[in-house]
């Protein structure tokens, strides 16, 4: 028998399905039907109910006592004694409530759990029709509802879902046998099934097997049927013969493929030193796509130290060279910690940007904190200094973020992976304005407004309690730029005294910037009273009482012409 024929006696299982599928859909229209009568007899009730409490209210109101209290108590009492009459089982409950979620009737005792109520009005306030189910007293129950407005009470009939859906539970059960049944019964049948027709496979496999684990490519599966499984050990008994000749090629290339690999490992190793890791794994997955250049949003950085040239003049070049590496290296060990990128060193300046080949999504918070540990660096590398009698280094740092060109730039003999545009140039530019306004580090008005976009998750993951501090310093057009641009200096955190100076010098810049000079230079004399001798409260200040003095002209913009490297 052919093996098409064994496996069509597979399809009597399908059998067991067809029953399942007939078993499922007769649960569910039991269910639907168990529904539309429910549905039925609640409406049925509430409307009798509804009726027999609208006639208690006429009588009342053609006797004219619908405004005497015990009239309507007597009336309402009347209504939960007919609501009692119509329950025909235990289980089934009619209750009114207030238009404040109040018991004002019920047909047995029933007491509001924790949230019931609440829960309960927001479904009547809702007012969807048919059946809601809600918990009530502790129990599921289904129950459909009407208000009644003289009384102003809404009116629930309610039965628990059991009683509802018996019959439909036992003709789940006998679905769930039946299905087990059958399933047991598929079980069976496909056991002996794949028995028959998968026994001169399995020989097939042992030979196999026999062969991976001896190495002996000798074997033979036995030709049991004249079938499709006969031709199967046929065929690989061919294939043994021409496996042998084949091995050895094999072996060949296998080793060929393992000496590529070791190839490759070692080209990763010696690049990673001078190339960024995920551009080596970009340009493994697709050597093609690093020719293109690429326009991204990313964040630059410039740190330079300052008076480097007096620093060498005073250190023989062997220090030289070893506080340069030892600088160095704590610097771009703090920018790759952080995801960043190591563009090129200028001199003794350092240049790294965030966000390509790969972007991290708090590429600019992790360049601003880049900086800021760039700077904690420093500090601890001087006091390695001071120990040795070396000269102390004191860098500043420019970071701006906006668009640029990255991609691999040069000649066919030499290129470098590095980033192009007018937002490297202001970056640059931001690191030159440190020395005027004696800031260690600034950020410029995009970077500002991109922190603050960071939300607590990657404030949070950043190890931060909350947003990053900025002051706002000036607006200045430096060099090569036709526009002002705002500056800002950033701190990890400040103590009460900065906090509040920092405050007061932003709510100061705002009224220069409104022409308010007398009122923003008192706010600036309020920096100075809680900060001593801050530099940029005191430019700010005499700035304010020059234009208090002598107000610019109508078009001024309040924008300082800078002319930096």
């Avoid at 410039?302 to 480097?308: A, L, N, T, Y």
């Avoid at 923003?520 to 001593?532: H, N, Q």
């Amino acid at each position: 028998m052919k093996i098409r024929a064994k496996i069509f006696l597979v399809v009597l299982p399908l059998i067991a399905v067809t029953l399942c599928l007939a078993e499922t859909a007769s649960y569910f229209n039991a269910v639907n039907g168990v529904t539309r009568i429910a549905r039925r007899f609640l409406g049925f009730k509430a409307a009798e109910l509804q009726k027999y409490a609208e006639s208690q209210w006429n009588l009342l109101a053609e006797n004219n006592y619908d405004s005497r209290p015990d009239m309507i108590l007597a009336a309402q009492e009347a209504a939960a004694a007919y609501a009692r009459s119509i329950v025909l089982s235990d289980t089934e409950l009619i209750l009114a409530v207030d238009s404040l979620g109040s018991l004002a009737m019920s047909t047995a005792p029933l007491t509001f759990e924790d949230g019931e109520q609440e829960y309960l009005m927001s479904l009547l306030e809702e007012e969807k029709e048919g059946l809601n189910t809600a918990r009530l007293g502790g129990k599921e129950r289904i129950f459909t509802a009407f208000y009644f407005t003289p009384f102003g009470w809404y009116v629930l009939l309610t039965e628990e879902p059991a009683v509802f859906y018996a019959d439909a539970e036992k003709i789940r059960l006998q679905t769930i046998i039946t299905l087990a049944i059958s399933v047991a019964a598929a079980a069976v049948l496909l056991m002996i099934l794949s028995a028959h027709v998968t026994r001169p496979l399995g020989r097939v496999v042992a030979a196999m097997e026999g062969i991976i684990a001896g190495g002996n490519l000798d074997a033979r599966a036995p030709v049991e049927y004249q079938d499709e499984t006969g031709r199967l050990a046929l065929t690989f008994n061919t294939m043994m013969g021409e496996l042998e000749g084949a091995y050895m090629r094999i072996k060949g290339q296998a080793f060929e493929a393992a000496l590529a690999q070791k190839k490759e490992a070692r080209i990763r190793q010696i690049f990673q030193k001078y190339v960024p890791r995920d551009l080596i794994d970009k340009f493994f997955a697709s050597p093609e796509s690093m020719l293109v250049g690429d326009n991204r949003t990313l964040a630059i950085l410039f740190s330079d130290i300052r008076s480097f040239t007096s620093i060498s003049e005073g250190l023989a070049p062997d220090e030289l060279v070893l506080s340069l590496n030892r600088y160095f290296s704590g610097q771009v060990d703090i920018i790759m910690n952080r995801s960043g990128i190591v563009d090129k060193y200028i001199g003794d300046a350092i240049m790294a940007f965030w966000g390509a080949p790969v972007q991290h999504g708090d590429d600019a918070l992790q360049s601003v904190l880049s900086g800021l540990d760039m700077l904690d660096a420093v500090k601890l590398f001087n006091e390695k200094q001071r120990e040795a009698g070396r000269s102390e280094f004191h860098i500043g740092i420019g970071i701006n973020y906006g668009t640029v060109t990255v991609g691999n730039i040069g000649s066919e003999r030499k290129m470098d992976y590095t980033v192009i545009g007018d937002t490297v140039n202001l970056a640059s530019r931001m690191e030159g304005l440190t020395k005027p306004y004696r800031e260690e580090i600034l950020i410029s008005e995009g970077l500002c407004a991109e922190l603050e976009k960071s939300g607590p998750p990657a404030l949070e993951a950043a190890g931060l309690s909350g947003p990053l501090p900025v002051r706002f310093l000036d607006t200045v057009a430096v060099k090569g730029k036709s526009r002002g641009v705002k500056i800002y200096t950033v701190r990890r955190s400040l103590n009460a005294e900065e906090k509040r100076a920092w405050s007061l010098h932003n709510e100061g810049m705002e009224l220069y910037y409104k022409r308010a000079f007398g009122g923003a230079a008192s706010k600036f004399e309020e920096v100075l009273a809680v900060l001593p001798g801050d530099f940029n409260a005191q430019n700010l200040l005499d700035r304010c009482r020059a234009c208090a003095s002598a107000p610019p002209p109508p078009d001024w913009d309040g924008v300082e012409v800078m002319k930096t490297k």
